[in-house]
């Protein structure tokens, strides 16, 4: 199937420290969105990227799509214990009907 | 906080037997869609109802079923429930048909 493939699976991170996950694909995507699931909670909408090479930035966080639309990564700069969590990608199949990758679970040391 | 609520929010049944999961989608939600989420791994997509139509559904056996409303509420049914239904079952509805979706609590049912 079309699948997205996320790494790494876990992060340990001192606070303050820099993350990053990457999501890759075997095919183009036409758009992805990211979301962020705290421990016991729900998946939360981050952000939406759509044209190629694209680039966002959420105060700390920062979203790149790849030029051939068949990658993406979430940065964060400078880690804080408010960042864990399971950062998720989800391509967008035709009809909004979202495959989500495996996910990256990021632990913050403090 | 979501805009998007499910009710229950645990659950125990046993194998064999049938249950119903609720949704109640914000207001001009016209998309919703239900995920499977199993423990320690990504939503699992079950399948869409737009404008309570079916309009999309993932790899999952005929005792899943659905039902939207026009007041955006929603249901799940699964059938013969088994063992492997274990999970955090999520609703999630989306104004914007391209847009991001606002997920619910969910529910989490324990097949037993």
């Known amino acids: 199937g079309q699948q997205v493939m996320q790494i790494p699976q876990y992060q340990h991170v001192q606070e303050g420290e820099d993350f990053t996950t990457y999501c890759n694909s075997s095919t183009t995507l036409s758009n992805i969105q990211w979301y962020k699931q705290r421990p016991g909670g729900h998946p939360v909408f981050l952000i939406q990227?759509?044209?190629?090479?694209e680039v966002k930035k959420q105060k700390r966080l920062t979203f790149q799509f790849g030029e051939a639309k068949k990658n993406s990564s979430l940065h964060i700069t400078a880690t804080q214990t408010t960042d864990v969590g399971t950062y998720f990608c989800?391509?967008?199949?035709?009809?909004?009907?979202?495959?989500f990758g495996g996910g990256t679970r990021l632990m913050v040391k403090p | 906080e979501t805009g998007v609520t499910q009710s229950p929010t645990h659950l125990i049944k046993t194998r064999g037997q049938q249950v119903t999961l609720r949704c109640s989608s914000q207001?001009?939600?016209?998309?919703v869609s239900w995920y499977q989420q199993a423990l320690g791994q990504g939503p699992q997509f079950i399948f869409q109802y737009y404008r309570e139509e079916e309009n999309g559904r993932g790899n999952f056996p005929p005792r899943f079923s659905g039902l939207q409303f026009p007041n955006y509420s929603s249901e799940l049914n699964v059938n013969a429930l088994e063992l492997d239904d274990s999970a955090l079952y999520l609703c999630a509805s989306s104004f914007d048909p391209v847009g991001g979706y606002t997920f619910g609590s969910g529910t989490r049912l324990t097949v037993v």
């Open positions: 989800a391509r967008n199949n035709a009809g909004n009907m979202l495959t």
């Open positions: 990227l759509v044209k190629s090479g």
């Open positions: 207001s001009g939600h016209n998309t």
